[in-house]
């Protein structure tokens, strides 16, 4: 490992020099990111309060795992990492309000179930 001198008054830290991620850990990273962050739209203003509430938990935890990542000290091992981020994004499922694509076959259906719905 290579020594480095801070501005930090703590001394030197070590500099955990680490290759680069391969193409594939490199795309499950951004797969993971892209899970965090693409969650259904909301069917009303009152529901997108709740998806809101889960999207910044799951935002906060992309930019630790971001952070750690990009760190210049950061010990870099990407595999650990996107798998610590999924399971973060597991504690806080995009869950516990009706998406558009819900209410949006809810009133399909409606549609259909009246007179004259199914044209």
């Known amino acids: 490992m290579i ?64 952070r750690g990542l990009l760190a210049e000290d950061s010990w870099r091992n990407w595999a650990w990492s996107t798998a610590y981020l999924r399971e973060r994004l597991a504690d806080h499922p995009a869950t516990g309000y009706k998406t558009w694509e819900t209410r949006a076959a809810e009133l399909e259906a409606a549609r259909m179930a009246s007179p004259g719905g199914a044209r």
């Open 3 to 66: 020594l480095k001198d801070t501005t930090f008054g703590r001394g030197k830290l070590q500099d955990h020099s680490s290759p680069a991620p391969t193409r594939d850990e490199l795309l499950d990273a951004l797969r993971a990111v892209l899970e965090a962050v693409d969650i259904p739209y909301a069917a009303t203003v009152g529901e997108q309060r709740t998806r809101d509430s889960i999207l910044v938990e799951r935002v906060g935890h992309v930019a630790v795992m971001l």
